[in-house]
């Protein structure tokens, strides 16, 4: 989930939520910010200034709400070139950026004073490699890519496209549905060592229930056993308790769909991530005695979110994580796929004739990998591989699973990534015949439509939701049935238990899990193919509480997200979402919402 954060950004989003704020609004704040980074000096009157513009928190809630691009985009640029002339012109030190980028981040209560210092050091080196390596380096090239949701001027940033072979994706045999075999897609586990049951659930930082947070306020503040919906992530033993309740069926195949890292972003290391990425891959490799397909989530390197360049030096690589993956993946899928892994964490493999798996890393194209400002141009090649490697794929007449963890359509995507993938998907929507991702900790999917036939659904992508609740959901995974001959995808099933009800037996008693839906009943569709799931969306548009279902869905059932249901504006919001797999591009999305107001 997008925990994000950001020493260019903070000041720009102060303003972000409130409507009311214009350019002419920003005046004091302009004024003291200009002095500030000019003598490095703070007066009461700029603390005053920045005091009346906290706003705690608001980046880990994401940017939806946010509006006013205008004042958004002028305050992002106005910040960035602030640092970029410090840096460029006047020399200034590491020590000196990095002390202006806590102070402000604190005194604006954007985070704990802990977790504002913990992601400043984090990630400011990456900023001044780029400012002092990229010659003419400006402004449009973090606020056009990072606030895309506003439309910033990108310069001549993020245009590009790849090669992509022309022709149409031939016609391919359907199902016929009589035999199939299970594959199992477990997502977004988060595992925290250090969570403390009992600790403090309401503790005003981007993860709770840490050991350093103090005592609940009070009992109803205090951390459940098996996690917390309140910022809680996993701790080992609902992994372990998970993993044993999957293999309570008989499955083929594992798909694990990244993010294994917990959500203490603040304090990561190459060590902690390291030991906890190896814990839970060797305990794949135990607890499974068939393959594990695994992809990287954004939580994986280190600072989370970053994918560097082969070329850039070697305290900013993310080699480790590569060399990690790839004796660990090699591993658990029973065949050598260092090769790609160790270019830039994508592989492909034949797991049987007629079929093959995809594995993507398109954390690349989130809007927090800050490397896209020093180049944009299709990260480690991986998308003329995905091209290419499909193409092969077709000419053998192979059917396609691929594996993502951030989805596409999402205003944290980079878009013209996204919109050459859905390119690559477009064309070869009859290879490919299952999709899988997470990362959103949402039980959800999307539609893709044919772009030059736009009723025709020629994809659709599963989201694997979480095993941890961040936030609001109950733990959960699925089991997929998938068409022996064909590898389309027939059902699946979602497990879960209720988080509130496990933690009232605590430790006394194992959660109860129970299949809370599965597709093909809950929605009346014969099976996954893009053209039933589209099916979907037609009888939501004539019957809303198909959408009350869905919300439900979302968080598994979870007590706190479903608390308050789903209006009018949630349930457009739903189909919105579900249709919109490039951000921007809205036809789909009025499209259905003509429908859904007839
Ligand atoms: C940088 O900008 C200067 C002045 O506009 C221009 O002469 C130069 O060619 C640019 N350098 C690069 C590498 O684009
Ligand atoms: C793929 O299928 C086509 C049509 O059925 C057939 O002509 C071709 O030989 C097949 N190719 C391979 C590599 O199996
Ligand atoms: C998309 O629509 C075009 C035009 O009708 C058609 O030629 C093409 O085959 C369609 N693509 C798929 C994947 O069906
Ligand atoms: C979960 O369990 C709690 C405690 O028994 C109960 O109050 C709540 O209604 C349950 N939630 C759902 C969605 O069934
Ligand atoms: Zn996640
Ligand atoms: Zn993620």
């Known amino acids: ?122 990630n400011i080196d990456i900023f001044l490699y780029t400012i002092d390596n990229y010659p003419n380096f400006t ?54 060592p250090k969570y403390t049951p009992n600790g403090n659930a309401v503790c005003g930082e981007p993860i709770c229930c840490q050991p350093d947070q103090g005592d609940p306020s009070s009992p109803e503040n205090a951390c459940g056993y098996w996690t917390d919906y309140r910022l809680g992530d996993s701790p080992w033993y609902l992994v372990e308790e998970t993993i044993r309740q999957t293999k309570t069926q ?18 990561t290391s190459i060590e902690s991530n390291t030991d906890a990425i190896s814990k839970l891959y060797s305990f794949f490799k135990d607890s499974y005695n068939v393959p594990v397909y695994p992809i990287f989530g954004n939580h994986e390197s280190h600072p989370h979110n970053v994918w560097p360049y082969d070329n850039v030096d070697d305290k900013l690589s993310m080699k480790w994580l590569f060399e990690l993956a790839a004796k660990h993946w090699s591993d658990l899928i029973g065949e050598d796929v260092s090769e790609t892994v160790l270019k830039g964490g994508y592989y492909t493999v034949s797991p049987r004739p007629g079929f093959r798996i995809i594995g993507i890393n398109s954390n690349v194209a989130y809007t927090d990998n800050w490397w896209l400002m020093y180049d944009d141009f299709d990260p480690y090649g991986q998308l003329q591989w995905l091209s290419d490697t499909l ?87 699925k089991y997929y049935q998938v068409d022996e001959t064909t590898f389309d995808l027939l059902n699946y099933e979602e497990w879960t238990f209720n988080l509130t009800l496990a933690n009232s037996y605590g430790s006394l008693k194992l959660p109860e899990w129970y299949k809370l839906y599965n597709f093909v009943e809950a929605y009346g569709v014969n099976s996954l193919l893009p053209s039933e799931v589209d099916k979907v ?26 608390k308050n249901g789903c209006d009018d504006s949630c349930k457009k919001t739903l189909l919105c ?22």
């Open 391 to 477: 193409k092969k794929a077709e000419d053998n007449n192979e059917s396609v699973h691929i594996l993502t963890h951030v989805p596409t359509g999402t205003y944290y995507s980079l878009k013209v990534w996204n919109r050459e993938y859905s390119k690559i998907l477009e064309r070869f929507a009859n290879t490919i015949t299952g999709h899988f991702n997470g990362h959103t900790h949402r039980d959800e999917f999307a539609v893709y439509y044919n772009s030059s036939n736009p009723t025709q659904a020629i994809g659709a992508v599963f989201n694997g939701a979480s095993v941890t609740p961040y936030y609001l959901a109950n733990p959960s995974f």
């Open 250 to 267: 008989q499955i083929d195949y594992v798909y694990y769909t990244g993010d294994i890292i917990a959500h203490r972003i603040w304090e």
């Open 139 to 192: 402004s449009n090239r973090v606020c056009g890519g990072f606030l895309q949701a506003h439309n910033c001027d990108t310069g001549d940033a993020f245009e590009w496209t790849i090669n992509i072979p022309s022709g149409n994706s031939p016609d391919r045999p359907k199902p016929s549905g009589t035999d199939s075999f299970t594959i199992l897609q477990l997502s977004d586990i988060h595992y925290d």
């Open 1 to 122: 989930m997008a925990s994000t954060f950001s020493f260019l950004f903070f000041v720009t989003m102060i303003f972000a939520t409130n409507c009311k704020v214009t350019i002419e609004d920003l005046e004091p704040l302009e004024t003291g910010l200009r002095e500030y980074f000019q003598t490095s000096q703070t007066t009461d009157e700029f603390l005053e200034t920045l005091h009346s513009y906290e706003f705690p928190f608001l980046l880990r809630d994401g940017m939806e709400q946010v509006y006013d691009s205008a004042t958004v985009c002028y305050m992002c640029s106005l910040v960035v070139d602030f640092v970029i002339n410090q840096r460029k012109n006047a020399g200034v030190s590491r020590e000196t950026i990095l002390d202006e980028a806590t102070f402000l981040c604190t005194e604006l209560k954007m985070e704990s004073e802990r977790v504002c210092k913990g992601e400043m050091e984090l």
């Open 577 to 598: 979402n579900i249709v919109t797999t490039v951000y921007g591009e809205n036809e789909q999305c009025e499209r259905f919402m003509d429908l859904y107001d007839q």
């Open 537 to 562: 969306l037609y009888k939501m548009v004539q019957d809303h509480s198909i959408l009350d279902d869905y919300f439900k869905f979302k968080y598994r059932n979870g007590d706190p997200g479903i």
